[in-house]
């Protein structure tokens, strides 16, 4: 086994263990925002590494490039996608009992409706 393989097996093992924990908690988390917070954060950083762990075993290869675009898309997308969530769920009133400072009771932009 060369170094290569074992930083690649480090990686993706790490990486899945990490997307595991976050299926785990958006199946076993209780409110939307702490589901919100499992499906983005350490999903993300699962995805990262095992696209870490492909592209340093496909290290001079074209198909780096797409890796490095794949986990770019990730990394801009999931904010976004978990704001509107968040936005999606105060608005049906699933997370008001739950927030200790309610930032958008004022909110100065009413719902596009």
Request: glycine share 8%; charged share 15%.
């Amino acid at each position: 086994m060369t170094a290569v393989d074992i930083i690649t097996a480090v990686l993706v093992l790490s990486g899945s263990t990490l997307a595991l924990t976050a299926a785990i908690g958006v199946v076993r988390f209780p409110d939307t925002l702490s589901r919100m917070h499992a499906a983005s954060k350490p999903q993300v950083l699962g995805l990262l590494l095992v696209l870490a762990g492909a592209a340093v075993r496909l290290s001079g290869h074209p198909d780096v490039g797409m890796i490095i675009l794949a986990g770019l898309f990730t990394i801009f997308t999931a904010p976004v996608v978990a704001n509107r969530v968040g936005q999606l769920a105060y608005r049906e009133q699933n997370v008001r009992e739950n927030i200790v400072a309610d930032d958008l009771a004022n909110n100065p932009f009413p719902d596009p409706k």
